[in-house]
């Protein structure tokens, strides 16, 4: 096959190189479109428009295929723990025992958050969304550690890592004990990543009372593997984009949490729930609510349906629908909206306009459900999406860097008035 592809502008060719990646993906390269030609490409939303060469995660939109690293998702979810995972993303490869290890020791060596932190975020109200407290504070973190990562040094860019993947967990849980006026702790450092991440969440004030269940454990370590990674998605590409200007790493994370909060990305798993209950209060009727999704005159969307790549099941949405049931099950947790949320499934995938757009519950529309069992509440949900986003995050702002990548910066087409004269007001 040959590596050009001919573009023709107002009677001028030019051959474009075609770059074709380890899946076969193929890509045009136009880095010297505007040099020879004058136009730029078009694409909102970037559709159709790459912004990277990466080696970090691969997804088959079409056949519902999902891998890091080369590892299938299935598998890792499984087999794997998230730390496990974390370092497979950050580094390349899944660790050795001894690597695993000081990984993990070198996490807990990090994991005091600064005293003063604290007086940031006294700063908030209690009714502070939970996801724009931990953006506050995970861009406050570059105040205690103002050294900017040197991605020349190996050294200091792993200290930037493992000092985050510390901190950020301490941080989110932080914003649940706001919510609930509860003293602020640090890490147990005498257990496992997931469960002093929810001994933080829940122990009560005087550290007592709160009895880790395994269930609860591994479903909280299986739901932050299935979040890690997931290529160039809009919190991931905004990640990206803000460290390619060198801004820090703790800056550009914190950029990141922002971008996920938003309801048509993370912020969906919070806003399904909110839709399920809406639809349990309403009687449980889920045809008047596909109506209301096809409706082009209503605003309203089947929250957690859809996806920009996936035009088949999100892989990860099959795992989370099989764990919510056995969750709820090992709880001996009856959830009304677990039945909405399976006939809402159904119904809509035998809709011809969800048939036709390729539309499949993602994501988000289970996670919520096993959230919920395990007694998180629903504003925190997106907050625990960016913890198991972090690694990915991490991994894809260390190949941006490590690849000397360019500063972000689009172009446009100017829609706008063209040249006039400046006249003074009595002349308007
Ligand atoms: C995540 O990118 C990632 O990888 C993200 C993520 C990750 O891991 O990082 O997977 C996590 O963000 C999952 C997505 C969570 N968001 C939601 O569940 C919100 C509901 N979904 C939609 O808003 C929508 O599907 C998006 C935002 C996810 C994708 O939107 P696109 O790709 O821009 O598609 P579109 O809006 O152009 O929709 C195409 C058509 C339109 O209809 P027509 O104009 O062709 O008639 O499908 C319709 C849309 O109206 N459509 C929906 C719908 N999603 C798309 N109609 C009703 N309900 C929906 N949910």
């Known amino acids: 096959m040959s590596k050009v592809a001919t573009v023709e502008i107002e009677g001028k060719k030019i051959d474009l190189p075609l770059v074709v990646g380890t ?60 730390l496990e995972v974390a ?36 700063g908030f109200p209690e009714s502070a969304h939970p996801m724009g407290v931990l953006s506050s504070l995970t861009s406050a973190l570059t105040a205690f550690n103002p050294k900017s990562v040197n991605v020349d040094s190996e050294e200091d860019m792993y200290k930037a890592i493992v000092k985050i993947l510390a901190k950020f967990p301490v941080l989110a849980a932080w914003t649940l004990r706001k ?51 997931h290529e160039q998605n809009c919190s991931t590409s905004t990640v990206r984009i803000v460290g390619s200007s060198h801004a820090g790493l703790f800056a550009s994370i914190s950029a990141g949490v922002s971008a996920l909060w938003g309801p048509l990305h993370g912020g969906a798993n919070q806003a399904v729930i909110e839709m399920l209950e809406e ?3 309403d009687g449980g009727d889920t045809s008047k609510f596909i109506a209301k ?49 399976k006939g809402l499934e159904k119904a809509a995938l035998e809709d011809q306009y969800f048939i036709d757009r390729k539309l499949y519950p993602n994501v988000d529309f289970y996670s919520g459900i096993i959230y919920r069992a395990m007694g998180i509440p629903t504003e925190m949900f997106t907050v625990m999406f960016a913890v198991g986003r972090l690694p990915g995050w991490i991994a894809q702002w260390r190949e941006m860097r490590l690849r000397k990548e360019p500063i972000g910066r689009p172009r446009q087409v100017y829609i706008g ?4 004269k400046f006249k003074d007001i009595a002349n308007r």
């Open 87 to 122: 370092y497979l993303l950050i580094f390349g490869e899944l660790p050795t025992e001894t690597q695993l290890q000081k990984f993990n020791t070198d996490i807990l060596d990090q994991s005091i958050v600064n005293e003063d932190m604290k007086t940031v975020l006294k």
């Open 23 to 82: 899946e076969n993906e193929i890509a045009l390269d136009i880095t010297k479109l505007r040099g020879e030609t004058g136009a730029i490409t078009l694409d909102p939303g970037y559709k159709n428009t790459g912004s990277c060469e990466s080696a970090i995660t691969f997804l088959d939109g079409e056949k519902g295929i999902l891998r890091y690293r080369g590892y299938s998702i299935e598998e890792l979810a499984e087999k794997a723990d998230f």
């Open 179 to 229: 919510k609930n006026n509860q003293n602020l702790f640090n890490k147990d450092t005498n257990i496992g990543y997931v469960e002093s991440l929810l001994k933080m969440m829940f122990q009560d004030d005087n550290k007592k009372n709160y009895k880790l269940n395994k269930t609860v454990v591994n479903a909280l370590d299986k739901l932050l593997i299935l979040h890690a990674d």
């Open 279 to 281: 639809i349990k209060a």
């Open 293 to 341: 999704a096809k409706d082009k005159d209503d605003p309203f969307r089947l929250m957690g349906f859809g996806h920009r790549v996936y035009k088949n099941f999100d892989p990860r949405a099959k795992i989370i629908k099989k764990a919510a049931d056995e969750v709820l099950g090992q709880l001996g947790v009856e959830d009304p909206i677990l039945e909405i949320a």
């Open 417 to 420: 008035e063209t040249h006039r």
